[in-house]
């Protein structure tokens, strides 16, 4: 069984042999784009995906979900040729220390005009729909992994974007409402 609760970030490493814990399933967005994505975690996105259109009629869509660590540096290589180095190490995880090697980070956006966007910029302009979809996030096992205020701590920027599945409403609910970040949970669970 996954550990729905593992940390990880630039100090905490994907554990070996930890992607064999886990079962992928295959995913599509609006795009047509697919997609690898954790069981539980996916089936989670789902039911909230449902939630929200039918309460709030907001489709969201899948971005980027399961990357393996090949991936991942060719992610780090492209945005740091792209973008630089201070851009990459406040939006992208080393290598390693993804939260995307779990198959359980998934960033998501909106569907608008029958296509889903990807760039940071777009998606840091739809922040009042992001709203909606973050007090709803907890009910389904999931908490915003990067906020705003925490950056000090996870040391990467906010990303309103990046859902963190932890299969626990209550444990995710505990999180959100209190404004604390997974690491000051993890921290708080250690002693």
């Known amino acids: 069984m996954p550990d729905y609760l593992i940390l990880l970030n630039h100090t905490h490493r994907l554990p070996?042999?930890?992607?064999?814990?886990?079962?992928?399933?295959?995913a599509e967005n609006v795009n047509g784009e697919k997609y690898r994505v954790e069981e539980k975690a996916y089936n989670a996105f789902l039911a909230l995906r449902e939630d929200l259109m039918e309460n709030d009629g907001l489709q969201i869509e899948l971005l980027s979900v399961y990357r393996d660590i090949p991936q991942q540096e060719r992610t780090w290589a492209?945005?740091?040729?792209?973008?630089?180095?201070?851009?990459t190490r406040k939006y992208v995880a080393i290598p390693g220390c993804s939260e995307h090697?779990?198959?359980?980070?998934?960033?998501?956006g909106f569907a608008l005009n029958g296509k889903a966007s990807h760039k940071n910029a777009d998606l840091f302009s739809y922040e009042?729909?992001?709203?909606?979809?973050?007090?709803?996030?907890?009910?389904y096992g999931?908490?915003?992994?990067?906020?705003a205020d925490?950056?000090?701590?996870?040391?990467?920027?906010?990303?309103?974007?990046?859902?963190?599945?932890?299969?626990?409403?209550?444990?995710?609910?505990?999180?959100?409402?209190?404004?604390?970040?997974?690491?000051?949970?993890?921290?708080?669970?250690s002693k």
């Open 101 to 108: 090697h779990t198959g359980f980070a998934l960033d998501v």
């Open 78 to 87: 492209r945005t740091m040729e792209s973008k630089g180095e201070e851009y």
């Open 142 to 147: 999931f908490i915003l992994r990067y906020p």
């Open 16 to 26: 070996e042999g930890f992607e064999d814990t886990i079962t992928l399933v295959e």
């Open 150 to 189: 925490k950056v000090s701590i996870t040391k990467i920027n906010y990303e309103p974007w990046h859902f963190r599945y932890i299969d626990d409403p209550v444990i995710a609910r505990e999180i959100t409402d209190r404004g604390i970040c997974f690491e000051e949970y993890h921290q708080e669970e």
């Open 128 to 139: 009042d729909m992001y709203q909606v979809v973050h007090k709803k996030m907890p009910k």
